[in-house]
């Protein structure tokens, strides 16, 4: 089983960037499919992004062109860098692993981060 610290989140200004880590213990992330998801109060956990393997990455419609998913297999960390953040990407922030891809719900990932907290000023 993969244990998985997420970290990065903050509050931002609308049009800034943030970088969240997700660092993993325990097992390597290159032999993982890793995503992200968010989830803001009152609301239902939504996909964000997914690296289904070191070298591809997919996007919900909401972030696509703003966000990037990237992994540091030398760190066994994965990345999710934000730009142009808007009010309505205030969530908390999770990062989440499967052995491999089957989808972009929270139910297709088998390991869960904490979470942290990223609030986007008006």
């Known amino acids: 089983q993969v244990q998985l610290v997420e970290s990065g989140g903050g509050l931002v200004q609308a049009g800034g960037s943030l970088r969240l880590s997700c660092a993993a213990s325990?097992?390597?992330?290159?032999?993982?499919?890793m995503g992200w998801f968010r989830q803001a109060p009152g609301k239902e956990r939504e996909f964000v992004a997914a690296s289904p393997s070191p070298w591809s990455g997919i996007y919900a419609d909401s972030v696509k062109g703003r966000f990037t998913i990237s992994r540091d297999n030398a760190k066994n960390t994965v990345y999710l860098q934000m730009s142009s953040l808007k009010p309505e990407d205030t969530a908390v922030y999770y990062c989440a692993a499967s052995r491999a891809f089957r989808g972009k719900a929270p139910a297709d990932f088998g390991s869960w981060g904490q979470g942290t907290q990223v609030t986007v000023s008006s």
């Open positions: 325990g097992r390597t992330v290159s032999s993982y499919a």
